[in-house]
């Protein structure tokens, strides 16, 4: 550990995961100029912004935002463990709110990610502000355990897992009968 990580542990972790945050919002505004800004999904009103990245149980959880999507995004580990799921494989995470199934990819340069995607396209927001706004709502929901509580009472059917399109209307989870 360096010294700064000693003395400021929960900063420095909290730094780390700001840190990669804006290291895919690097990659991403890449492929914007690059592949993006001609295509008819790309909503010009929008940026790319990484939004809210945290240390959360060991990994790095935050939203990205791009004029194209607004997904979860986590980093995956190094990759080399077998037990790793490859790009394209699925891997569900619990969160507070639910557990979620995310899609693995790799992102050159910043590797393997996980991402669950909330809106694809990007046209009913306006402006970044409202995207923004959107993303830290998405990402308060996810990891608020009153969510699920409430989606637990004693009436309520089993819950197994996030759905996307109830996700900002209050109903966090999808019901299986």
Known sequence: MTPNREQHPRRSVH????????MLSAAYRDIADRTMRDLPI?????SVEAIAFRAREGRVVGMMVTPWF?????????????????PGS?????FPAGEIEFTVSDLVP?????????F?????FEDMASARATAEAALAAL?????????????????SS????HFLHGVLTERRA
């Open 15 to 22: 730094a780390d995961a700001s840190a990669w945050g804006e």
């Open 42 to 46: 790309f909503n010009d009103a929008l």
């Open 70 to 86: 607004m997904n979860v995004v986590i980093p995956m580990r190094d990759g080399t463990s077998q037990s790793s799921p490859g």
């Open 90 to 94: 699925n891997l569900r995470l619990r």
């Open 110 to 118: 910043v590797g393997s990610i996980a991402s669950y995607s909330l």
């Open 120 to 124: 694809s396209p990007m046209f009913e």
């Open 143 to 159: 990891m608020s355990p009153a969510n699920r509580a409430a989606s637990h009472g004693t009436d309520a059917p089993h819950i």
């Open 162 to 165: 996030f759905d996307r399109r």
